[in-house]
């Protein structure tokens, strides 16, 4: 009889709800029970699970490490897909596999090139994969620099720091003076340039960014499966021009991608971004963990997350081709249950960790809300 899997996510994205649903519906039929834990308790993720706990807070990387290996040790964790603290957790890998638990995440080498996307953008260049111009700026005279020589060639600067996960930060430079046009509508990305300089100037320590021009759509994302060999099992992209969503198996997406993962050990799940500047593809990030929008590969007729799993396990899935291309979808927010009642707040003077509450089988609609975001075709 084949003994069931148990999955461990921690404090990680309301979207790995669906993360979640394609594991319980493997193709496999193998039973997997979900452990979950996260600092809101009133993640969706913490009700989609199994058995769920509050993390503690205010833990260093290395009492999170602690933290976690006595998870595992408790729960029986087959396999970890930490998202906190991946860096520290990576680190000690091997003292995981000693308690039995398969870290399903790239080494620490690799985590380490892509924390900081000035590393990252000359290590991938090193290999051939372009980049766009870009600049690390760390003053008011140096961001006026390097917003001066983008414009004079033609394009819209932006700047986001250079370490930091999906677009917090990011913002796009403009020479228009704030007025109620700020105002009106929904938040914009632009921020005038003017007030970005007064803010660096008030500022008690200097920034880290990075100022590059602003990229055209389409948006590709390819999400990419690698073994330990180093050998990519899946890549796919997820084109995003607007509204519109969609999938490409093209090669000047995936060929750059392949040689990213394979290049640097991106081991298990990955997801590498691009865009366009002028007329080719350039790197615009990449990501060592889970991208939230991986299950829309679902679409595709992939099991992305369970293929994870697998090698995890070391049961090898092979190539992980889509058996097609699904239709272009957009993306509308859904409901997903909550816990009936909210658990309280960890308080970090607590001797003892709250205990472990399973997750209930139904919910009545009362205590649902819209917490994540499901892919429909257009």
Request: hydrophobic share 40%.
């Amino acid at each position: 009889m084949v003994s069931r899997v148990r999955v461990w996510l921690n404090r990680t994205y309301a979207e790995n709800v669906f993360f979640m649903d394609q594991l319980r519906r493997n193709p496999s039929d193998r039973a997997v029970e979900i452990h979950a834990t996260h600092g809101d308790p009133d993640s969706p993720v913490l009700a989609a699970a199994d058995t769920a706990e509050l993390e503690p807070e205010n833990l260093s990387p290395a009492g999170y490490v602690e933290y976690a290996l006595d998870q595992c040790a408790r729960r029986g964790i087959d396999v970890f897909v930490p998202r906190l603290h991946q860096s520290a957790i990576v680190a000690h890998r091997a003292e995981f596999e000693a308690a039995g638990t398969a870290v399903l995440a790239p080494p620490p080498e690799a985590v380490a090139v892509f924390h900081d996307k000035v590393i990252a953008y000359e290590a991938v260049q090193a290999i051939g994969v372009p980049v766009p111009p870009w600049y690390r700026i760390r003053s008011d005279d140096e961001l006026v620099a390097a917003v001066e020589e983008l414009e004079a060639g033609g394009h819209k600067a932006c700047f986001k720091p250079a370490s930091g996960a999906g677009g917090v930060g990011f913002r796009v430079i403009t020479r228009t003076p704030f007025s109620l046009m700020q105002l009106s509508g929904f938040p914009s990305p632009y921020v005038p340039l003017d007030l970005v300089l007064e803010a660096l100037r008030q500022a008690e320590e200097p920034v880290d960014w990075m100022v590059m021009p602003r990229l055209e759509q389409p948006e590709v994302s390819v999400d990419c499966l690698t073994g330990p060999d180093d050998r990519v099992r899946l890549a796919v992209g997820r084109t995003k021009n607007g509204r519109r969503r969609g999938f490409t198996l093209h090669e000047q997406w995936l060929d750059p991608a392949r040689q990213i993962a394979e290049g640097f050990g991106l081991h298990y799940l990955s997801n590498i971004q691009f865009r366009m500047f002028g007329d080719r593809p350039v790197l615009m990030d990449v990501n060592t963990r889970p991208a939230g929008g991986l299950h829309q590969l679902s679409l595709c007729g992939v099991n992305a997350p369970w293929a994870a799993v697998q090698l995890a396990l070391g049961e090898d899935p092979g190539e992980v081709v889509p058996p097609f291309l699904g239709q272009d979808y957009t993306v509308v927010s859904g409901l997903r249950p909550l816990r009936p009642v909210s658990l309280p707040q960890q308080r970090p003077e607590a001797a003892d960790p709250l205990p472990a509450v399973p997750a209930p089988a139904s919910a009545e609609p009362a205590d649902s809300v819209g917490s994540a975001a499901q892919a429909l075709p257009l």
